[in-house]
């Protein structure tokens, strides 16, 4: 089963202080791939594609579902 992060509802400004800490937890515990669920929200996605760069995730967009991304090491 792939680990999934939810971040609908979630606020932009407590993702950006979180998400990078989120990942690396969960990359430690062996939950690789991630899928993290950010709907359509173009900014979210902004977000989540800066950080997971900034820490050397790969990032891509899920080939089924657009609101989905997928994050490996």
Request: aromatic share 6%; hydrophobic share 40%.
């Amino acid at each position: 089963m792939t680990f999934e992060i939810d971040l609908h509802g979630k606020k932009h400004e407590v993702v950006e202080q979180n998400l990078a800490n989120w990942l690396i937890v969960q990359h430690n515990r062996g939950n690789i791939p991630m899928r993290i669920i950010t709907g359509n929200s173009k900014r979210m996605k902004k977000i989540v594609f800066e950080i997971c760069e900034h820490h050397n995730f790969e990032v891509k967009q899920d080939s089924i579902n657009n609101g989905v991304l997928v994050i490996r090491r």
